[in-house]
């Protein structure tokens, strides 16, 4: 670090403004939830915070709102989405990393970062016109007259099947993550040194033990930081499952029915709402959401910092 | 031998697991791909691009004001986020390289690239949408602004980083004040890098809707204002397939295929830079 700018005007200038622009990142942060707070005071007094999270209620005529059912739905479409994307996306990593022939292992990595940079509004619409029609013709009938009959289980499939429900905006977001999660987790694979893996294979090992108890338990920091990283980008994922959840505000054991997220709402209901207590209870969602995909993401960045400085020694 | 076997079979299963998720992966790509260029192309008129909106039922309607909309919107968000992001970059580079102020800046831009941009519309409705009482073209332009820093900061970072530091020190000693080396030895060696980082925040902000639709909103006239509402592909592409008219469907699909091959070429221009310049990675 030289210290030879400080004698230089034009250097001290420039690493001001230099500075001021790097602080912008900060400012936002500050800004956003200083505003979002404020925005939603009326609400926080109004309704609190716990009541808030826990009540059901979302009804503008009465001005009483909740954030539980949109909380619900958050959960729960990013669950399905999760369960369906981290075996898929683990399954890609290892086959670009440890199966595919070299010259195949380049355009399959392009290809899964190309689907990584379609914008959410196209899986959006492409869920409403063509995934939607197919869960409801093809996959949901198929699913109710299977798992349906099985007791407890049944319950998660009970309803008419209109395509609009947690079910297909789950998958919906399960294929935006893939990518996504897949790239971190090659990324991930590729630092397992290459000498261990051939210890390995020395010792007799097949592949998928060298996978599982080699490259595995060598990249599990960075894999799992990479899952987390995808929770916390589909908790906040709007337009992909904008289109086919259908923004009903209620708390439904079935898979098959329509429900919101926070940013479905936020969608909706943001440019509509006509009362200070509504725009509010909106800000309040905001909030909500801002905090726990921070937090969430700040988990995920510490568990890849941790992978990294791991293989940095 | 029988457990040899045994663990043969076991890894043959899980290997064909793997390739069937990959083929899974694959298979969405072509299907959604197909689909929007299919659906796209079937609904590219010269109209879509040379008229504005007609009411439904009518025909020859189009987006030119969709597309004008768009193009400013992004343009403005480049002209404010690039230069912030680029010096802001440059700062955690160059002049505060290795301190702890660097690493929390860095870290924290790495969070708000993944932050909802929802959040972040509603965040630029409150400070530049309610004071001023509408809907309004540069509240849309500064909110995917917002969402282009962090990315541009970051990328900057790492490549200014990329640059050797003797190279750096070989301009101190012939005497080089640090601004003239950042600007003409630093900025030159990583202007392909930060090129690329530029064009993939391009591709990134020019797909996003959810920061639109209470900033910007939507206008249905041909617009150039930028303190009115204004029209954006991607917000009319929203409306336009929840709506119920099947003229609005086939538009929504060929906006989308002209959003989609943007978005894909500025991605794999970046990669084309990024390799042609770093060698392949």
Redesign the interface.
């Given at each position: 670090?030289?210290v030879?700018?400080k004698k230089?005007p034009?250097?001290v200038t420039?690493?001001i403004?230099?500075?001021l622009?790097?602080?912008?990142?900060?400012v936002?942060?500050i800004?956003?939830l200083y505003?979002?707070f404020t925005?939603s005071s009326p609400a926080i007094e109004k309704f609190g915070v716990l009541k808030f999270l826990t009540s059901t209620d979302w009804d503008p005529v009465r001005e009483s709102f909740g954030a539980a059912t949109s909380l619900y739905g958050t959960a729960i479409v990013t669950a399905i989405s999760l369960i369906i994307a981290i075996?898929?996306?683990?399954?890609?990593a290892?086959?670009?990393t440890?199966?595919?022939p070299d010259f195949l292992k380049s355009p399959?990595g392009?290809?899964?970062?190309?689907?990584a940079?379609?914008?959410?509004?196209?899986?959006?619409?492409?869920g409403?016109?063509?995934l939607a029609p197919i869960m409801t013709d093809y996959i949901e009938p198929a699913l109710q007259s299977t798992l349906g009959h099985i007791p407890l289980i049944g319950i998660l499939f009970e309803g008419t099947p209109m395509g609009i429900d947690l079910l297909t905006a789950g998958i919906i977001l399960s294929?935006m993550i893939?990518?996504f999660t897949?790239s971190i987790s090659r990324d991930a694979f590729n630092l397992t040194p290459e000498i261990v893996k051939e210890s390995a294979y020395a010792l007799g090992a097949?592949?998928?033990?060298v996978?599982?108890n080699v490259v595995i338990p060598y990249s599990k920091l960075g894999v799992f930081g990479g899952i987390v990283?995808s929770l916390?980008?589909a908790?906040?994922?709007?337009?992909a499952v904008?289109?086919v959840l259908g923004n009903n505000h209620q708390i439904t054991t079935s898979l098959l029915d329509a429900a919101a997220t926070i940013?479905v709402t936020?969608?909706n209901e943001?440019?509509e709402a006509d009362s200070d207590i509504y725009l509010a209870s909106?800000?309040y969602l905001?909030l909500i959401?801002?905090v726990l995909?921070?937090i969430t993401?700040?988990i995920a960045?510490f568990f890849l910092?941790r992978a990294e400085r791991r293989f940095s020694r | 031998m029988k457990r040899e076997r045994k663990?043969?079979i076991?890894?043959?299963i899980?290997?064909s697991?793997?390739?069937?998720?990959?083929l899974?992966?694959?298979f969405?790509?072509v299907?959604?791909?197909g689909?929007?260029l299919i659906?796209g192309i079937e609904a590219l008129t010269p109209a879509l691009f040379l008229n504005d909106p007609v009411p439904p039922g009518m025909a020859g309607g189009g987006l030119r004001n969709a597309f004008v909309g768009q193009l400013m919107i992004t343009f403005f968000a480049t002209l404010i986020g690039v230069?912030?992001?680029v010096?802001?970059?440059?700062?955690?580079a160059?002049?505060?390289?290795?301190r702890k102020v660097?690493r929390l800046?860095s870290?924290?831009?790495?969070?708000?690239v993944?932050?909802?941009?929802?959040?972040?519309?509603?965040?630029i409705?409150?400070?530049l949408v309610k004071p001023v009482g509408h809907f309004n073209g540069w509240a849309g332009a500064v909110a995917l602004a917002?969402i282009m820093?962090?990315v541009v900061?970051r990328t900057t970072e790492d490549m200014l980083s990329l640059v050797p530091w003797t190279l750096r020190e070989a301009a101190?000693a012939l005497g080089a004040?640090?601004?003239k080396v950042?600007i003409q030895v630093v900025y030159r060696g990583a202007a392909a890098g930060i090129l690329t980082g530029i064009l993939l925040s391009i591709?990134r902000v020019?797909?996003?809707?959810?920061p639109l639709?209470?900033t910007s909103?939507n206008n249905s006239y041909f617009s150039t204002n930028m303190n009115e509402p204004i029209a954006s592909l991607?917000v009319s592409?929203?409306q336009y397939?929840?709506g119920p008219y099947d003229s609005w469907?086939a538009q929504?699909?060929a906006a989308?295929l002209m959003?989609?091959v943007f978005?894909?070429m500025l991605?794999?221009l970046g990669?084309v830079i990024i390799r042609w310049r770093y060698g392949k990675r």
């Amino acid at each position: 670090m030289p210290v030879l700018f400080k004698k230089n005007p034009i250097d001290v200038t420039f690493s001001i403004i230099t500075g001021l622009a790097s602080l912008s990142v900060l400012v936002f942060i500050i800004g956003i939830l200083y505003v979002l707070f404020t925005e939603s005071s009326p609400a926080i007094e109004k309704f609190g915070v716990l009541k808030f999270l826990t009540s059901t209620d979302w009804d503008p005529v009465r001005e009483s709102f909740g954030a539980a059912t949109s909380l619900y739905g958050t959960a729960i479409v990013t669950a399905i989405s999760l369960i369906i994307a981290i075996p898929a996306a683990i399954g890609i990593a290892v086959f670009i990393t440890e199966i595919a022939p070299d010259f195949l292992k380049s355009p399959i990595g392009i290809a899964i970062e190309l689907l990584a940079a379609i914008p959410s509004i196209i899986y959006g619409m492409w869920g409403l016109f063509i995934l939607a029609p197919i869960m409801t013709d093809y996959i949901e009938p198929a699913l109710q007259s299977t798992l349906g009959h099985i007791p407890l289980i049944g319950i998660l499939f009970e309803g008419t099947p209109m395509g609009i429900d947690l079910l297909t905006a789950g998958i919906i977001l399960s294929i935006m993550i893939i990518p996504f999660t897949a790239s971190i987790s090659r990324d991930a694979f590729n630092l397992t040194p290459e000498i261990v893996k051939e210890s390995a294979y020395a010792l007799g090992a097949t592949k998928w033990e060298v996978v599982k108890n080699v490259v595995i338990p060598y990249s599990k920091l960075g894999v799992f930081g990479g899952i987390v990283l995808s929770l916390g980008r589909a908790l906040g994922e709007t337009m992909a499952v904008a289109f086919v959840l259908g923004n009903n505000h209620q708390i439904t054991t079935s898979l098959l029915d329509a429900a919101a997220t926070i940013t479905v709402t936020l969608a909706n209901e943001f440019t509509e709402a006509d009362s200070d207590i509504y725009l509010a209870s909106l800000f309040y969602l905001a909030l909500i959401l801002f905090v726990l995909s921070f937090i969430t993401l700040a988990i995920a960045k510490f568990f890849l910092l941790r992978a990294e400085r791991r293989f940095s020694r | 031998m029988k457990r040899e076997r045994k663990r043969k079979i076991e890894s043959f299963i899980a290997l064909s697991l793997s390739t069937l998720a990959a083929l899974l992966g694959l298979f969405w790509l072509v299907f959604i791909l197909g689909d929007v260029l299919i659906k796209g192309i079937e609904a590219l008129t010269p109209a879509l691009f040379l008229n504005d909106p007609v009411p439904p039922g009518m025909a020859g309607g189009g987006l030119r004001n969709a597309f004008v909309g768009q193009l400013m919107i992004t343009f403005f968000a480049t002209l404010i986020g690039v230069p912030i992001g680029v010096l802001g970059g440059t700062f955690l580079a160059e002049y505060a390289r290795g301190r702890k102020v660097a690493r929390l800046i860095s870290v924290l831009s790495d969070i708000m690239v993944s932050v909802p941009s929802i959040v972040i519309g509603t965040f630029i409705y409150a400070i530049l949408v309610k004071p001023v009482g509408h809907f309004n073209g540069w509240a849309g332009a500064v909110a995917l602004a917002i969402i282009m820093i962090p990315v541009v900061l970051r990328t900057t970072e790492d490549m200014l980083s990329l640059v050797p530091w003797t190279l750096r020190e070989a301009a101190f000693a012939l005497g080089a004040p640090y601004y003239k080396v950042i600007i003409q030895v630093v900025y030159r060696g990583a202007a392909a890098g930060i090129l690329t980082g530029i064009l993939l925040s391009i591709a990134r902000v020019a797909g996003e809707t959810a920061p639109l639709l209470f900033t910007s909103f939507n206008n249905s006239y041909f617009s150039t204002n930028m303190n009115e509402p204004i029209a954006s592909l991607t917000v009319s592409i929203f409306q336009y397939a929840m709506g119920p008219y099947d003229s609005w469907h086939a538009q929504a699909w060929a906006a989308s295929l002209m959003i989609t091959v943007f978005i894909l070429m500025l991605t794999i221009l970046g990669r084309v830079i990024i390799r042609w310049r770093y060698g392949k990675r």
